[in-house]
Nanobody, 123 residues
């Protein structure tokens, strides 16, 4: 069992930045692929970014590529999502998740999920 707690969400104007954090429990954090997903009202949960256990491999949704950066600190069992040049369409609840396999964009490949943090971008 892995528990995650997201933080760092909030209200920001378009063009602004936020940094999300996800702190995970468990001594095996460094062996897991981590991912960030988001879900807007009335929409399905969608992939945002993923990072391998070592941090050497990352992947992003086309909609955030060049604006968002995923990173991790295994010593702190924490994964981050730096979000720059935010747009109103980035408004959603953001979730971090754990996968025991290689980096993937598929929701079903992730086993444990955090409770989510709200990000609201005003125009």
């Amino acid at each position: 069992q892995v528990q995650m707690v997201e933080s760092g969400g909030g209200l920001v104007q378009a063009g602004g930045s936020l940094r999300l954090s996800c702190a995970a429990s468990g001594r095996t954090f460094s062996t897991y692929t981590m991912g960030w997903f988001r879900q807007a009202p009335g929409k399905e949960r969608e992939f945002v970014a993923t990072i391998s256990w070592s941090g050497s491999s990352t992947s992003y949704a086309d909609s955030v590529k060049g604006r968002f950066t995923i990173s991790r600190d295994n010593a702190k069992s924490t994964v981050y999502l730096q979000m720059n040049r935010l747009k109103p369409e980035d408004t959603a609840v953001y979730y971090c998740a754990v996968s025991g396999g290689p980096p993937t964009a598929r929701v079903p490949d992730y086993t444990f999920w955090g409770q989510g943090t709200q990000v609201t971008v005003s125009s």
